[in-house]
Nanobody, 128 residues
Framework: QVQLVESGGGLVQAGGSLRLSCAAS????????GGWFRQAPGKEREFVTA????????YYADSMKGRFTISRDISKNTLYLQMNSLKPEDTAVYYC?????????????????????WGQGTQVTVSS
C-alpha cells in the first residue's frame, strides 16, 4: 500500500517562497507519476504540476509556470514543490498524489481522477 505524507506548508507573505515535500512509502516514485494538486475553500481540487515516473517530463498549470517547480529525489523517495513569488490566490490545501499507471498519456496526467494515491494535504496560506 502506498502512503504519501506531505510537509512544509505554512504562512508566508506575498512574494515569499515555500518548499513542500511529499515522502512516499510502499512504492518508488521511479515507478509512479507524481503530482501536486491544490484546493481552496469552496473550489474544486485543481492541478498544479506533475512529473512522470521516468523524470523525463514535467507539466504545469498555466498560472504556476515560472513560479513553481516540481522535482524529486529518488534516493529519498520524495517529491518536492518549490513555490516562489507566492500570491494570496495561491492560498489552499496542497495535496501530493501518485499515479501507478506508467502509460498515462500527457492529457490525463493533469486529471485528478487519474491518481490512485493521495496525501493528507498541507495548508499554504499567503498573506497580502
Amino acid at each position: 500500500q502506498v502512503q504519501l505524507v506531505e510537509s512544509g506548508g505554512g504562512l508566508v507573505q506575498a512574494g515569499g517562497s515555500l518548499r513542500l515535500s511529499c515522502a512516499a512509502s510502499g512504492r518508488s516514485f521511479s515507478s509512479m507519476n507524481g503530482g501536486w494538486f491544490r484546493q481552496a475553500p469552496g473550489k474544486e481540487r485543481e492541478f498544479v504540476t506533475a512529473i512522470t515516473w521516468s523524470g523525463g517530463s514535467t507539466y504545469y498549470a498555466d498560472s504556476m509556470k515560472g513560479r513553481f517547480t516540481i522535482s524529486r529525489d529518488i534516493s529519498k523517495n520524495t517529491l518536492y514543490l518549490q513555490m516562489n513569488s507566492l500570491k494570496p490566490e495561491d492560498t489552499a490545501v496542497y495535496y501530493c498524489a501518485a499515479d501507478s499507471d506508467l502509460i498515462t498519456p500527457p492529457r490525463a496526467i493533469k486529471d485528478r481522477y487519474q491518481y490512485d494515491y493521495w496525501g493528507q494535504g498541507t495548508q499554504v496560506t499567503v498573506s497580502s
